[in-house]
């Protein structure tokens, strides 16, 4: 049986755990946890963030009903709109086996207002099950594509 002065010793105890070191094992595991992304993103091991609409110059326009004609120097294929702006656009559902390495793609965005044939550059490709998704920037749009994107704007 304990003794009046070894539960006092034992009662001291507990407030100090609770307050002393009970913070600093949180602080310590805070550290492991956070301390390694902090390294990797400071000395810039880190990979390409995916979220690339805080480069993006202008916002994006959902577009459920276009296809597009790419080709670049060896391949030619079709893929659908995702969403444009005024100086980029993303595609979808293209094979992941084709356009490997291509930064210079050329378009023909098909529309029933007309088709726009564009030259892009390839800004970042993500590859899932359904395909692969590419984000582009446009080199030269065509005349029409700023009445396109901003009517498309208007009626999302």
């Not at 390694?36 to 202008?58: C, F, H, M, W």
């Not at 595609?91 to 356009?99: A, V, W």
């Amino acid at each position: 049986m304990l003794s009046f002065s070894e539960i006092m010793v034992y009662l001291w105890f507990f407030p100090v755990v609770l307050q002393i070191i009970l913070p600093l094992l949180l602080l310590t595991f805070w550290l492991i946890v956070k301390l390694p992304g902090v390294i990797i993103e400071k000395t810039g091991l880190a990979p390409q963030s995916t979220d690339y609409k805080e480069k993006r110059l202008n916002d994006r326009v959902n577009i459920y009903d276009s296809m597009v004609d790419i080709s670049d120097n060896s391949d030619r294929i079709s893929g659908k709109i995702s969403n444009v702006s005024m100086s980029g656009l993303c595609i979808h559902g293209l094979p992941e086996e084709k356009l490997q390495n291509s930064s210079k793609l050329f378009l023909r965005v098909n529309r029933e207002e007309g088709a726009f044939s564009m030259l892009v550059k390839t800004k970042w490709e993500y590859t899932q099950q359904s395909g692969k998704i590419i984000g582009a920037k446009i080199e030269n749009a065509p005349s029409g594509w700023a009445e396109f994107v901003t009517k498309a704007n208007q009626l999302a």
